[in-house]
């Protein structure tokens, strides 16, 4: 061999082994069940070679469940609206308007997001980055599924199938908990204050549903499950309860409907079953479902004739 | 008479009123909650004469705290667009003169994004923050326009047309810039920005009337003052009229009627430079003529475009702001065909 | 009565004089024709006087200064027909000439049946008659140009400036318009202050003439004291013969044979 490809060739080992030596020490029980894969719902499936230690999640309910299932530690950024768990490494990257190389200048071995905007995914396969896409989860089980894709996903399999598990059944028992009077409540989630609502074919609500709710906005036309409704059809329909998903965005509360036109004639307010959420926890599709569960549940308790 | 063409006969004030005036009722009577129209009909007929009413107490809560509020506004912020539109439409003696033009919208979205963005829990103010600073905001805008346009020759049109046009891009880029600093803020001020009525009561009626009944009688009377201006600067001067002097007047109603239509309802667009062109195909030129109309013709049509609003897909609504657009711009078309021997 | 006195008048824009030390004076009823070459002040001196520009020296209206007049005063006394007016499209005859009315109407009034009368009349004297319930686009440029002068009529004023009213006339509607214009004088004793940029109407229907070069006085007088060939080569740069007519009146003729060289 002539002596400059003998130092070049010296160069990339050197190199080579100068990026090895920054990988952690990884353990045998980590790397067990990899290469592994994804199948990725509606998109093509995602072949992971080892586990992945330097994730970047752009999606908030996606953050909530890496941490969920025990993934905390393989991840190292998590996008400006990933506020929980507050252990979560908070960056400036934005989900909304990603880009490519503010996410890649975090070395990530896997980025996981709720969309392909603006060309993300090709943009970091681009750079050898693999993207996986979890969109926003149309019903429960789709919620569950990408639960245990994230498991697959990190090697946390066991952690995420107990996740799994312990939520279904949690779900159950507050279900069976929970009064349902034979004539179903009727109830109003509200977005934002001026009227844009949620029915009943969108993940919250079928999480209603469980609890055997009817929800005012299903007779209002709309294709994409999110309509704007009217005050006065809303007043006229009269819910027995309100959910207000609005709170934190918006200042909205059980005082500020009272003080709305026309509003104190509705039964929900009547009654004080005003109920304030957190925006964010009726909004995502992670882990803490059972939280917005829970607190569905304390209303119906509390609106339910002879309940309190 | 030969001048009728361009007169605000009687006829066609009382011809415009009683249109309004069953537009009004109308309305009034059919909404997104299905009361049914002649139960409707009975309770106005009820207050009037003492009668009972066949609606209970919530059905008259509906009818008297959100639906016919939200008709009053839809007619008032029609009014004042469409009014404020040919006001501007006479002082830059341009057809395309809208009443946005001078940096209105742009500071009524700038005042409500920092409201969003800065506010403290303001529930228990009077008005709400949003509409307060919508509404110094659009004045802000247009006395800086109107500042930057003058120190250039004179008050100029063509000078205060650019400085309009300098001032709303400038004002929109710090709304940006405030929007960025909390980015939650978007989903609010995009929803207020797209323009609507939805939350309307009395208190929105009450709050721009003191605003919108002067600025109303000041266009009023200003109108043979618009029509000498259109005769040009030098012209007007000769006649005995001060044109910068009348500008300054007329915008400063036009803009503050702007202002208080946009603090309750957004900003909605296409009645401020729709309906003038219309009343001007229908009635004729002189602003005599088109500003009144104008006034009567605005709240006809905004009061109409809320109605399709609410009912056509009941119980949930169609933002305001594209029903304007599509009633407005066909029929446009349609006047402007049926007249087209008779443009030029 | 009305005269106008003018007394080292200088008008101009943007601090720069575009014309200076004008004097002129021009008895009740007269008539004084304002000429001279492009760009030598006419317009900006119709201006001044019409108190649309500030002026230097002294203009004085009907005895008294012109700067002591009110906007409403002078609006009153003088009427002012610009060289390219602008026509409101879509306005009848009749509302354009109503708009003349505007001086004399309270700020709250509507006009009256004399306005109303005044109008007819200045639409009759201008034989515009037929054309009063027309939109004003569709008028010819000769109409247009009557239109104009029966505005500036139905104002009543005392002090009538033109300039240049016979822009884009054919010979016969100029003719027709300075004949009226002087009958209109002699009917209503009206001062008229007017340019004019044909030299031969002008030398036949001005009482003086006041030439303006470079914006100074350069001749004033009769017009056939100022008019003649050496005055016109000088500030037009044009070869002419000034003629008589058979009615002997001057006509200044352009001539060709002083400045083709013959050939060789």
């Known amino acids: ?308 | 008479m030969a001048t009728d063409r361009n007169r605000l006969t009687p006829v066609r004030l009382g011809v415009s009123v009683l249109v309004l005036a069953v537009v009004l009722i109308a309305a009034i009577c059919v909404g997104a909650a299905d009361l049914g129209w002649s139960r409707v009909a009975a309770e106005l007929w009820a207050q009037l004469s003492g009668t009972t009413s066949p609606l209970d107490q919530r059905e008259a809560d509906i009818l008297w705290q959100l639906r016919v509020p939200r008709v009053v506004l839809a007619g008032l912020v029609g009014a004042a667009l469409a009014s404020a539109g040919a006001a501007y439409q006479g002082v830059f003696r341009n057809p395309l003169a809208d009443p946005y033009l001078l940096g209105a919208a742009a500071g009524a979205g700038l005042g409500a994004t920092v409201a969003v963005v800065f506010a403290p829990d303001a529930r228990t103010w009077i008005i709400g923050p949003i509409p307060l600073a919508a509404f110094f905001g659009a004045l802000l805008g247009v006395g800086l326009t109107w500042l930057l346009g003058r120190s250039a020759s004179g008050t100029g049109t063509a000078i205060l047309l650019l400085a309009g046009v300098a001032v709303a891009a400038f004002l929109t880029a710090v709304q940006t810039f405030v929007q960025q600093l909390d980015t939650n803020s978007i989903k609010q001020v995009y929803t207020w920005m797209l323009g609507g009525l939805n939350t309307s009561g009395w208190q929105d009626v009450l709050i721009t009337l003191p605003y919108l009944v002067p600025a109303g009688i000041v266009l009023c009377l200003c109108t043979r003052l618009l029509d000498v201006l259109a005769l040009g600067d030098d012209e007007a001067g000769s006649l005995g009229v001060r044109p910068g002097r009348v500008r300054l007047v007329v915008l400063g109603a036009a803009s503050l009627a702007t202002a208080a239509a946009v603090s309750v309802s957004g900003l909605i667009g296409f009645v401020g430079i729709v309906v003038p062109h219309v009343v001007r195909l229908l009635a004729g030129a002189s602003y005599r003529v088109v500003l009144p109309l104008s006034l009567i013709g605005g709240g006809i049509f905004l009061v109409i475009a809320d109605e399709i609003a609410r009912t056509v897909i009941a119980p949930a609504e169609l933002p305001l702001g594209v029903i304007t657009a599509f009633t407005g711009a066909p029929f446009f078309v349609l006047v402007l065909r049926r007249n087209r021997g008779k443009l030029r | 009565m009305t005269g106008l006195v003018l007394r080292g008048v200088g008008a101009g824009y943007a601090g720069a004089f575009a014309v200076r030390g004008v004097d002129g004076d021009v008895p009740a009823g007269g008539w004084l024709i304002v000429i001279g070459p492009n760009g030598a002040g006419k317009s900006t001196l119709l201006k001044a006087v019409a108190g649309l520009l500030p002026h230097d020296g002294e203009i004085r209206v009907g005895g008294g200064p012109l700067r002591d007049l009110s906007t409403r005063e002078r609006a009153r006394l003088i009427g002012y027909a610009p060289q390219v007016p602008q026509l409101p499209e879509g306005l009848s005859v009749t509302d354009y000439v109503l708009l003349g009315r505007t001086p004399h109407l309270g700020f709250l009034a509507r006009e009256s049946h004399r306005d109303l009368r005044l109008v007819t009349e200045a639409l009759d004297r201008l034989d515009l008659g037929a054309l009063a319930g027309r939109a004003l686009h569709t008028l010819s440029g000769g109409e247009r140009q009557r239109a104009v002068l029966a505005r500036v009529l139905a104002q009543q004023p005392r002090l009538l400036l033109l300039d240049e009213p016979t822009t884009g006339l054919d010979i016969g509607h100029a003719q027709g318009l300075l004949d009226l214009v002087d009958r209109l004088r002699q009917e209503d004793g009206t001062t008229v202050l007017a340019t004019v940029h044909d030299l031969t109407f002008a030398a036949q229907y001005a009482d003086r003439l006041l030439l303006l070069d470079g914006g100074k006085v350069a001749a004033s007088g009769t017009p056939s004291e100022v008019l003649n060939a050496g005055t016109v080569r000088e500030h037009y740069a044009a070869e002419v013969d000034v003629l008589a007519t058979r009615g002997a009146e001057i006509v200044v003729a352009p001539t060709r044979a002083g400045r083709i060289p013959p050939q060789a």
């Open chain 1, 1 to 308: 061999m002539s002596r400059l490809a003998l130092s070049i060739l010296l160069l990339f080992t050197l190199v080579g082994c100068a990026g090895r030596e920054t990988a952690p020490a990884a353990t045998s029980s980590a790397t067990a069940g990899f290469p592994v894969r994804v199948d990725v719902p509606g998109g093509q499936p995602l072949t992971l070679d080892r586990r992945p230690d330097h994730i970047v999640s752009l999606s908030p309910s996606s953050t909530e469940t890496l941490f969920a299932i025990g993934a905390g530690a393989q991840v190292v950024a998590v996008d400006d609206q990933s506020d929980y768990p507050p252990a979560a490494p908070h960056t400036a990257l934005s989900g909304l308007t990603p880009n490519v190389e503010a996410i890649a200048a975090y070395k990530p071995d896997l980025v996981v997001a709720s969309a392909d905007t603006s060309g993300l995914v090709a943009g970091l396969g681009k750079l050898g980055i693999k993207t996986l896409v979890l969109p926003s989860a149309q019903t429960l089980d789709d919620a569950y599924a990408q639960m245990t894709t994230l498991g697959k996903a990190t090697g946390q399999t066991p952690a995420a199938d107990k996740l799994v598990a312990g939520l279904k059944s949690d779900l159950a028992a507050l279900v069976a908990a929970t009064p349902r009077p034979a004539t179903p409540l009727t109830y109003y989630h509200e977005l934002s204050q001026d009227y844009y609502s949620a029915n009943s074919r969108t993940f919250v609500g079928q999480v209603y549903g469980l609890f055997g709710l009817v929800n005012v906005a299903d007779t209002a036309p709309s294709s994409s499950g999110y309509p704007q409704l009217s005050a006065e059809a809303l007043v006229k329909a009269d819910p027995k309860l309100i959910f207000l998903a609005d709170t934190q965005c918006c200042r909205q509360d059980a005082a500020a409907v009272a003080a709305r036109p026309g509003w104190s004639a509705i039964s929900a307010v009547k009654t004080g079953n005003v109920v304030g959420l957190d925006d964010d926890v009726a909004s995502r599709w992670g882990p803490r479902l059972l939280d917005f569960a829970k607190a569905v549940a304390a209303a119906v308790t509390k609106a339910a004739p002879g309940g309190h």
